[in-house]
């Protein structure tokens, strides 16, 4: 059954970018933020040439109630990706997208479970925030 994000999941997926970015000390792009139906739960699409990076979170998928936290997760993996996107970019010229994702999404994962973990649980699990779903 197909299910939809709300105005309050987007809103939590682009103060969470924000964070982010202020964190990593992500600059020189223009940030686009867009909620639209999509496969992912979220993407990063980042252009050197025109220093954009469109961050988008989707408004319709499947499985169960995506949980405020899923939601800061998705954040943190995109801005991760915005963050390594030179070296992604640069490895282009060299191996195909596949390999490159073979080699990024093992240490993103990581970086999840641990820095957004850890930085999660501080920032509303210790406030008694919570799920926020």
């Given at each position: 059954?197909?299910k939809?994000t709300?105005?309050?999941d987007?809103?939590?997926?682009?103060?969470?970018?924000?964070?982010?970015?202020?964190?990593?000390?992500?600059?020189?792009?223009c940030?686009?933020?867009?909620?639209?139906?999509?496969?992912?739960t979220?993407?990063?699409?980042?252009?050197?040439?025109?220093?954009?990076?469109?961050?988008?979170?989707?408004?319709?998928y499947?499985?169960?109630k995506?949980?405020?936290?899923?939601?800061?997760?998705a954040?943190?993996?995109?801005?991760?990706?915005?963050l390594?996107?030179?070296?992604r970019?640069?490895?282009?010229?060299y191996y195909?997208?596949?390999?490159?994702?073979?080699?990024?999404?093992?240490?993103?994962?990581?970086?999840?479970?641990?820095?957004?973990?850890?930085?999660?649980?501080?920032?509303?699990?210790?406030?008694?925030?919570?799920?926020?779903?």
């Amino acid at each position: 059954m197909k299910k939809k994000t709300t105005k309050a999941d987007f809103k939590a997926f682009k103060d969470e970018c924000g964070y982010w970015q202020e964190y990593f000390g992500i600059k020189g792009y223009c940030y686009i933020y867009t909620w639209e139906p999509m496969e992912a739960t979220a993407t990063c699409v980042a252009d050197r040439e025109s220093g954009s990076c469109v961050l988008s979170l989707t408004k319709i998928y499947e499985g169960e109630k995506i949980t405020h936290e899923e939601i800061c997760a998705a954040a943190f993996h995109e801005m991760l990706e915005a963050l390594l996107f030179p070296i992604r970019d640069l490895m282009r010229q060299y191996y195909s997208e596949k390999i490159i994702s073979c080699e990024f999404h093992p240490i993103i994962e990581m970086l999840t479970n641990t820095v957004f973990s850890d930085s999660y649980g501080k920032r509303y699990n210790d406030n008694n925030q919570g799920d926020k779903s």
